[in-house]
């Protein structure tokens, strides 16, 4: 599973889309445990480029998943639901030495919840997570600040990723530049969203930490911590700082916050 290309044959002979995978490798040996980084709605691998590095300077072997149709990997979103992402994250999880720690940003924290209902993950980070519930609250959040794009998100069309909705600290250019990197969303995993099942508990009772700000102006605050509540999970809030908390200003003590969280863990 590298960079882009078609798609490959499954166990059942079943097409599955080669997806891209960036990886970053510790300078030195290291005990570190691997992580699996899940982008979120409309997003690649490339946003975790900040993590990348700090997770590989930290020692740990770090991979970001393009789920397909997103960045340089295969598929198609026409049709694909957050089912279809969670089977990306287990396919590139079954790749790695050894069991990493999940990873999953927004729509991406939903996907990791999913995914360790059914993988033994050592641990799962949710950064600003669309809940286990119905993620109605997003609906309003988006339809209070413009009207239109909540249309868009019941009408089976992309949502807009203003740099108004992911950050709140990066000077304009910077959160324009950012913003127009992000691409389409698949229409029926971004209507799950608001209509999906809560996700089965975690495999093994993996110990999970959820990361967000009072300030998400996509997944309110009240549903990060109605997550952190289901899962018993530490919950550590970086207020100022925008949605896109790996990439805002500031990412990098919301980075340190997870290091030292894994590090107690070990």
Do not use: I
Not at 98 to 120: F, I, K
Not at 140 to 145: D, F, G, M
Not at 191 to 206: F, N, S, T, V
């Amino acid at each position: 599973m590298t960079r882009g290309g078609p798609t490959v044959a499954d166990s059942r002979g079943m097409a599955q889309p080669t997806l891209e995978v960036l990886s970053r490798t510790p300078s030195r040996p290291s005990d570190r445990p691997p992580l699996l980084l899940v982008h979120g709605l409309g997003h690649a691998a490339w946003c975790w480029e900040n993590w990348l590095d700090a997770a590989a300077e930290a020692g740990y072997p770090a991979h970001a998943v393009s789920l397909r149709g997103h960045g340089g990997s295969g598929g198609t979103l026409r049709g694909s639901t957050l089912g279809d992402y969670a089977d990306d994250v287990v396919r590139t999880a079954a790749t790695l030495p050894e069991r990493p720690v999940l990873v999953g940003h927004s729509m991406g924290g939903l996907v990791a919840q999913m995914v360790l209902g059914r993988y033994p993950a050592r641990a799962g980070v949710l950064v600003a997570p669309v809940p286990a519930r119905p993620a109605v609250g997003s609906l309003l959040s988006v339809a209070r600040q413009h009207p239109t794009d909540a249309l868009r998100l019941v009408a089976f069309s992309s949502l807009p990723l203003r740099p108004s909705y992911l950050f709140e600290r990066l000077d304009p250019p910077t959160a324009q530049a950012y913003s127009d990197r992000t691409g389409a969303e698949s229409p029926l995993a971004q209507y799950q969203l608001l209509l999906h099942r809560p996700p089965r508990r975690p495999l093994g009772d993996a110990p999970v930490l959820v990361l967000g700000t009072p300030e998400d102006r996509l997944v309110p605050v009240a549903d990060v911590r109605a997550t952190a509540r289901r899962y018993d999970a530490q919950l550590e809030e970086f207020p100022g700082m925008g949605h896109d908390l790996m990439l805002d200003e500031g990412w990098d003590k919301v980075f340190d916050v997870m290091d030292r969280w894994l590090a107690a863990l070990d």
